[in-house]
């Protein structure tokens, strides 16, 4: 029991390390975070309001933005169960429906392009559902239980007519009626009241500066208020499918430009359905978009504060830089090369030495993290008949990012650059990455074949072997 209660108190102790430069990150930033009516209807869903509560306690700027589909499919079919029902018009033949004597409204609704044909009668259901579900995610938000992740919660909700609407009109050939579009977000009254500390609550309804209302959808209310609001982030739950490509592997990032030929082959679902607009958001200025399952508990947590995430993220340009390193790198490349170090994997370097040596560095930086690191030690100045070569040294990626071809991105970086200078030779020592060299065509040699210079700092007690390859 010692041993277990250890283990944990270590995974802990790494996990909180790993999360805190995220904690310190996101302080004071906007997320805009949207889920669907079916969100509602899950079991879990408490668990999702205890993680926006606990966003909102590190100090999350938090902008919800939630659906009400399925509240509002269930308040049409009570309307009209046991009623006779009418014909709706196909697409593009609004102008020729035909009812039957007495018909009301069928609960199947019609919809075109994805969006619901909402008439008179569907706006009330629509207007009921929102301030219901509204009042239900109110309620949650002010729980304050003991021994709950919502023990000694104050949080303050807003809500109004932050969302200015325009009628979508007539498309291929129906008319929405009150179906409408996004006009404006009322950005500084929501800022509003996130300097003040509050969680702002849209819904997916508009109003006109007329006074009409109109239905809208989440993704476009979210993807709108995100733009507005340059959010730093814009998260979209997805009800139904997973975050996989059409063969079920996981998409864990993907750029902007990315995102055409994905979309072409997925099957229906909110993946397809969010990932335009998460592109669009991108391309307006949102820092990243997430698109995490909601059958992944504590998705937006492991999301977030978390490297490898459970999710996809949706960027603009690629979020990994492999770059020379600069001073300020000297912290992260200590982070990656230090466990190698312990393992006798890699010559011990000290901070001093880093900062004197850092130019010689690349490093491999993904969202903000140094991940990878590699040295690069010309030795130009040799003796007659000896080739122009440069060391190969610290190479290094963190445990977590290993298999993903960042070790041979690395290598290419600093062959490049020694191309750049003129040498023709690489060369290695290493004790126990050898066949890694190996398999990149380095080829075994003998200490007498380096450079005078590093011939004379050679150290026979570590025994390295050396390596060495042209170029």
């Not at 507005?228 to 139904?240: G, N, P, Q, R, T």
Request: net charge negative; glycine share 8%.
């Amino acid at each position: 029991m010692a041993k277990l209660a250890e283990a944990e108190a270590a995974s802990f102790v790494q996990w909180f390390r790993a999360a805190a430069p995220y904690i310190h990150a996101f302080r004071g930033k906007t997320f805009v975070l949207a889920f669907g009516g079916e969100a509602m209807l899950r079991e879990d869903f408490v668990d999702l309001v205890y993680d926006i509560n606990l966003l909102n306690a590190l100090g999350v700027r938090l902008v919800l933005v939630h659906g009400v589909r399925p509240q509002v499919e269930e308040r049409l079919l009570r309307n009209t169960q046991g009623r006779p029902k009418c014909f709706l018009a196909p697409a593009g033949g609004g102008a020729d429906r035909r009812e039957e004597p007495g018909a009301v409204p069928s609960a199947e609704a019609q919809y075109v392009q994805g969006r619901r044909v909402t008439d008179a009668d569907a706006l009330e259901h629509v207007k009921d559902a929102v301030g219901s579900v509204r009042v239900d995610i109110e309620s949650l938000l002010s729980v304050g239980l003991p021994n709950t992740p919502m023990a000694g919660a104050e949080i303050r909700v807003a809500s109004g007519n932050y969302v200015t609407a325009q009628p979508a009109g007539v498309v291929d050939g129906v008319d929405l009626l009150f179906t409408g579009e996004v006009r404006k977000i009322a950005v500084a009254p929501i800022r509003d009241r996130l300097n003040a500390g509050e969680i702002v609550l849209l819904s997916p309804l508009g109003y006109s500066p007329t006074g009409e209302v109109f239905n809208l959808t989440l993704e476009e209310v979210a993807t709108h208020a995100a733009i507005a609001l340059e959010a730093d982030k814009l998260v979209f739950i997805l009800d139904h499918g997973d975050t996989v490509d059409a063969k079920s592997r996981r998409i864990n990032r993907v750029t902007v430009a990315q995102v055409p030929k994905l979309l072409r082959d997925l099957p229906e679902g909110d993946m397809k359905l969010y990932l335009p607009h998460a592109a669009h958001a991108c391309k307006k200025g949102v820092g990243k978009v997430h698109l995490i399952s909601a059958n992944v508990d504590g998705a937006v947590l492991m999301e977030l504060f978390t490297h490898a995430g459970v999710g996809t993220m949706v960027t603009r340009q690629s979020v990994e830089n492999l770059r020379r390193a600069s001073i300020d790198d000297v912290g992260g490349i200590l982070s990656v090369i230090e466990p190698l170090e312990a393992d006798g994997i890699l010559v011990r370097r000290s901070r001093e030495r880093l900062e004197q040596e850092v130019e010689q560095f690349f490093v491999d930086e993904l969202d903000g993290r140094i991940v990878g690191c590699v040295a690069l030690y010309p030795f130009p100045e040799t003796g007659a008949g000896e080739a122009h070569a440069a060391e190969v040294a610290c190479l290094a990626v963190a445990q977590e990012f290993q298999r993903g071809g960042r070790g041979d991105a690395l290598l290419a970086a600093v062959e490049e650059a020694a191309l750049e200078l003129g040498l023709t030779q690489l060369f290695v020592l290493t004790t126990r990455t050898a066949h890694w060299f190996v398999e990149r065509g380095f080829n075994e040699t003998d200490v007498s074949a380096l450079p005078a210079q590093k011939k004379s700092l050679y150290n026979y007690q570590r025994k390295s072997k050396v390596f060495a390859r042209k170029i």
